[in-house]
């Protein structure tokens, strides 16, 4: 990341949102690519308007197979490159498509900035310093414009206005009259300060999409273990449910409560109860199948899991290997946290279109109270049948 972009970030986040904002790091580049290939249309229009400007312009004075030519190779491109940008896959997250695209926009803008700059050599008449400066207009106007549509890449606009603006400075620079020494003089500080704001707009519109995507995650997670809250677990129950009752596939879910969690919060202290919490989260975490099955915080130390086409046999094996790495996880004498164990209810359902989900939930639920009656540190799985009464 960035460094001073992530100096812009919120520096109170706790860990798993920490580690979140690195994973978004991809989404935030794909948007940014996004909103620079977003800019064709306009840049397609901002070439043809400042082109035909040249080419009516300079039509008495320039080599016309050479401006006719230039001209051409600039249209040509020009809307070549707003073609290709239509191909551009919005929410493309293959790593090696996205630095595909991210070459594909930089080549493309280096092209552009040399088309322009080949204005400032093949049509810049030595001498004839009215039509000089009236060619610098649209070449420094192009440069100038090209700041909002090339700083959502941090690279992109250097690429840019350095080779379009360079063979015309140059020029400008082996002239007699002092106008155009100043204006060669004063370009490249014009465009130093173009290029800081370039970099400013970078940086404010990178944070802005990483603080977006933040925001969305905080929605859906719970902010201290950063697995799933009680909203996206309603939201994964139901979805599951609907799912299960079109396949016929056996939906369980698991619900789990940390024993004496109180107590550990008198004894230890809130922020030794944090670190409980994050550790069974991970415990619990580590046993489902990323994307398919959703962990989630329901409550101050209850957690739940939602298990996809998973039957009450292996839905007790999963819940059995949490409760023993949990175990394993909380050692005062290992690890510093205090020795933690869990109480697990299991249920088992296949899901039909006709009944709510909050079936399966108070079944779970019944389990996991049977469990603490039964001693805590403990699976007690519904043995109710699994189909629906």
């Known amino acids: ?47 043809y308007a400042a082109g035909l400007t040249v080419l009516i312009g300079s039509w008495q004075t320039v080599d016309r197979p050479t401006l006719v030519g230039w001209f051409a190779a600039l249209v040509a491109f020009s809307t070549l490159r707003a073609l290709l940008a239509r191909r551009f ?30 204005a400032g050599h093949l049509l810049y008449l030595h001498g004839m310093l009215d039509h000089d400066f009236f060619l610098a207009v ?21 690429l840019f206005f350095i080779p379009a603006v360079t063979p015309l400075v140059l020029n400008l620079a082996q002239e007699t009259d002092i106008t155009a020494n100043i204006i060669s003089l004063a370009t490249p500080i014009y ?42 677990f309603h939201e994964a129950l139901e979805r599951e449910w609907a799912r299960g009752s079109r396949s016929g596939k056996p939906l369980s879910l698991i619900i789990a ?15 030794t109860g944090d670190e409980v919490l994050r550790t069974v989260a991970s415990a619990i975490q580590h046993r489902v199948r990323k994307g398919v099955d959703t962990p989630a915080r329901i409550g101050g130390e209850e957690f739940a899991v939602v298990l996809s086409e998973t039957d009450l046999t292996d839905a007790c094996q999963i819940a059995e290997d949490m409760r023993l ?8 004498a290992a ?11 299991v249920a088992c359902m296949t899901p039909d ?12 639920d019944q389990a996991l109270y049977q469990a603490k009656l039964e001693g805590k540190d403990r699976v007690v799985a519904d043995r109710r049948t699994e189909q629906v009464d």
């Not at 960035?2 to 979140?20: C, E, G, H, N, Y």
């Not at 649209?138 to 250097?158: D, N, R």
């Not at 790495?325 to 005062?332: I, L, N």
């Open 1 to 47: 990341m960035d460094s001073k972009v992530q100096r812009d970030l919120p520096m109170s986040l706790s860990p798993p949102f920490k580690d979140a904002y690195k994973l978004y790091e991809k989404e935030a580049k794909i948007e940014q690519l996004r909103l620079v290939v977003g800019q064709s249309p306009f840049l397609l229009l901002g070439n």
């Open 89 to 118: 896959i919005p929410g493309q997250v293959d790593p090696e498509a996205v630095s595909r695209w991210e070459r594909r926009v930089l080549a493309s803008t280096l092209i552009s900035g040399v088309l322009w700059g080949s």
């Open 138 to 158: 649209p070449i420094i106007g192009m440069g100038a414009a090209a700041v909002t549509a090339h700083s959502y890449h941090q690279f992109a606009y250097p």
């Open 191 to 232: 465009f130093l300060m173009m290029y800081l704001l370039s970099q400013r707009i970078y940086r404010a519109s990178h944070a802005a999409v990483l603080c977006g995507f933040a925001n969305q995650h905080l929605a859906t997670h719970d902010y201290l273990t950063g697995i799933a809250n009680r909203r996206a």
């Open 257 to 271: 409560d940390i024993d004496d969690f109180k107590h550990c919060n008198d004894t230890f202290g809130h922020s």
């Open 325 to 332: 790495r949990t175990h394993a996880a909380t050692s005062v």
């Open 335 to 345: 690890t510093g946290i205090p020795a933690t164990t869990i109480s697990l209810g």
């Open 353 to 364: 279109a006709g009944t709510s989900p909050n079936l399966l939930f108070e079944r779970a």
